[in-house]
């Protein structure tokens, strides 16, 4: 009788904030048999005492025999480099997956370069250097696609990134594809949602919904009519096609790969910053590497603003004093007096909840990024077909939002008036 494979080891870096959560649970569930020897999740976040919220089963993953965490700077290369020796007895790491970069938009471009493309950058090159089989890069929906009338995007479509923080992201990927010999797999995600995820614009309008719905007053467009299509994934589905990606990748290398899904990483930022940012390929370098989409179907915020989770009642839309506001005409003026509205009827909520909620991660405070407008719509049927992924969650509707309230109200951090 032959022996049973080895199973793979796994590094994680970053994300302990956005979506590396789900990823830990489905290579280590709590209850079934884990699909790696070993998992290492590495951050600059504590987990004992957690300085970021975490949710309530994580911290029963990170007791699992198979899991460790490690706390570090990983913007310091020797940091970074320690992260891939394995502790002793065991093997190397096969899988690297990358979560990092800073996602909050009020950051300056100093910190984008350095949290997000250099921190990446450093990462990337030591993958290289130990040999890793797969290094799948998660990469957050900073993009816009109104620009174009198709309804969706594919892979090989040059969509424009959003904003700095949307440029370096961008900027990123090229950065990572210029390694040579990296196994590299670029998954284009769109907006996450699920369990105990409270990042992101699809948290904010759960809650901000639930706000207006509890005040039974109309939601004010802040935008004209039409449907604004956004992509929602959920944090299971990133997980899954995650550990799909790398073991596609693994057998390949990246020639091959390139050569089944490679598509060009055209540049988006000013020229002027090749010379000033270490590591930056030249802005007329072709740089190719795997790049899947990985979306659900497509949402308007408005479906989302229609649904109030603390009833069955619905939250009303109000289109009648709609203006169009992009976010540089989005003044901080408007984001205040707008959110002066959320935040008082959401403390309002949490304070007479049954039982009060004395803290909670969610917030119903929406920055410019999230109270502007935006259309970001990819097509999601490359990863299915090259790599064999199919959604676990392909809807996202009142049944996906319920069961993420419902893990909060679980937890206690979302207010029960029942």
Same mark, same amino acid.
């Given at each position: 009788m032959s022996e049973p494979a080895t199973k793979p080891n796994a590094l994680i870096f970053?994300?302990?904030? !956005?979506? #590396?959560? %789900?990823?830990a649970a489905l290579l280590v569930p709590l209850d079934g048999e884990p699909l790696v020897s070993h998992l290492r999740i590495v951050?600059?976040?504590s987990v004992a005492p957690a300085t970021t919220y975490i949710g309530a089963e994580f911290p029963k993953v990170l007791a699992k025999p198979e899991v460790e965490y490690?706390? %570090?700077? =990983?913007?310091?290369?020797a940091t970074v480099a320690s992260s891939f020796d394995p502790p002793e007895g065991k093997a190397p790491y096969d899988y690297v997956f990358d979560f990092t970069g800073e996602v909050r938009h009020d950051r300056t471009e100093m910190i984008q370069i350095n949290t997000t493309c250099n921190l990446a950058r450093l990462?990337?090159?030591?993958?290289?250097?130990?040999?890793?089989?797969?290094?799948?890069?998660?990469?957050?929906?900073?993009?816009? !696609? #109104?620009?174009?009338s198709k309804a969706t995007h594919t892979?090989?479509?040059?969509?424009?990134?959003?904003? !700095?923080?949307?440029?370096?992201?961008?900027?990123? =990927?090229?950065? =990572?594809?210029?390694?040579?010999n990296l196994n590299l797999v670029i998954l284009r995600i769109g907006f996450a949602y699920g369990p105990y995820t409270n990042f992101g614009i699809v948290a904010s309008g759960i809650t901000v919904a639930s706000v207006y719905g509890y005040l039974k007053k109309p939601m004010k467009s802040m935008w004209s009519p039409g449907k604004n299509p956004n992509n929602t994934i959920h944090i299971d589905d990133v997980a899954g096609a995650s550990w799909a990606c790398a073991e596609w990748m693994a057998p390949l290398g990246r020639a091959a790969a390139n050569s089944l899904a490679g598509e060009e990483l055209i540049f988006h930022n000013d020229k002027k910053k090749v010379k000033e940012v270490e590591g930056m390929p030249p802005h007329d370098q072709k740089l190719v590497a795997p790049l899947f989409n990985l979306v659900s179907i497509y949402f308007s915020i408005r479906s989302l603003l229609s649904f109030n989770i603390n009833n069955p !009642?619905?939250?009303?839309?109000?289109?009648?004093? #709609?203006?169009?506001?992009s976010i540089g005409q989005l003044m901080d003026d408007h984001v205040e007096d707008i959110n002066e509205h959320h935040v008082s009827g959401w403390t309002e909520m949490i304070t007479t909840s049954k039982p009060a909620i004395p803290n909670t991660p969610l917030s119903a405070y929406m920055d410019?990024? %999230? =109270? #502007?407008?935006?259309?970001?719509?990819?097509?999601?049927?490359?990863?299915k077909e090259v790599v064999g992924y199919k959604l676990t969650k392909p809807q996202f509707n009142h049944e996906t939002i319920k069961e993420v309230v419902d893990k909060w109200k679980a937890e206690g951090t979302w207010p029960i008036f029942e």
């Open positions: 970053g994300g302990l904030n !956005t979506c #590396s959560r %789900a990823l951050d600059k976040f490690k706390q %570090a700077n =990983l913007t310091v290369a990462i990337g090159l030591e993958a290289a250097k130990r040999k890793t089989k797969a290094y799948v890069r998660v990469q957050q929906p900073f993009y816009d !696609t #109104s620009a174009s892979e090989k479509e040059d969509v424009k990134p959003v904003d !700095t923080l949307g440029t370096w992201w961008h900027e990123t =990927l090229r950065m =990572l594809a210029a390694i040579e !009642t619905t939250t009303k839309v109000d289109e009648s004093n #709609s203006t169009l506001l410019k990024f %999230a =109270l #502007s407008k935006h259309v970001v719509a990819f097509n999601n049927a490359k990863i």
